[in-house]
């Protein structure tokens, strides 16, 4: 990563014309699958979330002129992706998801009535993740996202890292407190 | 852990581990390929092809504007033909025997035409056309209607007033002249049925 870095950061004498092919090859494999990654964690959906990370390079590719300019390439994309994500969702409800995405993590090995219990358990944990206030959930699904430490949560989330962590301590706890309810019923 | 917890850390795991098709990338780099080749196409096509911002703009006004000229044009030509066709007294004409041989008189408004002159046939037919038109105009119906005629007690009553004579036109009055019918009556009676006493006497 820190080759990409310094790439981009040996963007700013370089010209538009300049821009090589190779160079967006080099950007794509670089950031392709975190960037996927994080549109996934919204949506839910391997072809909705590829789709956001093509419009991120298109984004690229029509803002190459401010590339430069840019001083963390790697949060700048991330925001890009996660912006578009969460515009998807207008569009793309990802509960219609749910069940395939639920369907990919049930252990095949397993009895069918446990199967069953486990599939309902996980929708109901997706389904309480979606009724969790719109900060927290943010909070938890790019926390989930291994390659993104709180300070970059933070940046993409325009929040301070103080209030990250705080909101992923309320986002687990509130969650905990709704499942444990749920299945006491 | 109990099994809420469990499901929760298995949704996240899934979502960390979430993996791109294999081919994703090449995919993405072959539309960003497409999408470079059609802006450098742009980039070097000739200025006023592509169009944005303020030029697109001015092409668009540009377009209105030849677009009301494309209308006015017909609109102004339609309007130099028709002073032709209007009337005009120094040439206006009345024939006479047609005149005394219809009740109305028809007016040719077309411009005398010299014998060893022969017009253009496209003029003659538009001049035909615009004669028709204007006959058409003489013969319809005129608005608003014209009055009708007079009766014969309107016409006694214009004689009347015509001659100014005072004892008819006392007539008119409807109280003078019951008081004088009443008078005649009165008199009348008094020639043809004279008084019984008289008689007695």
Redo the contacts between chains.
Sequence with gaps: MGSIEGWSLALSPIKEDAWSEADLAVLVQAYSTLLFRVAHSILRNPAEAEDVVQDVFVRVLQHRRSLPAVRDLRVWLVRIAWNLALDRTRRVRPEQWDELFIESLAGSNLPADQAMQETQRMQSVLRELERLPKSERHALLLSAIDELGTAEIAEVMGRSESAVRALLFRARTRLKERLEKGERR | M????E??E???????K????SD??L???R???Q??AI?SQRKSAPGWLSLSGTRSFAFGTAFAGLFAVALFVPALLRLRHHPSATFDGSTASVRPTQAASSPRAQVSFAPPVHPLQRPKSHKAGTARREDSQLLETTHAPSQPAPPLPLTEQEKLLIDIAHRGDPQQLAMLNTQLRLQEEKEEKAEFQNFFEPPASGEKQ
């Design positions: 109990n099994h809420s917890e499901a929760v298995k949704i996240l795991a899934a979502l960390r979430a993996e791109a098709p994703m990338n995919r993405i780099l539309m960003l390929q999408k470079d802006h």
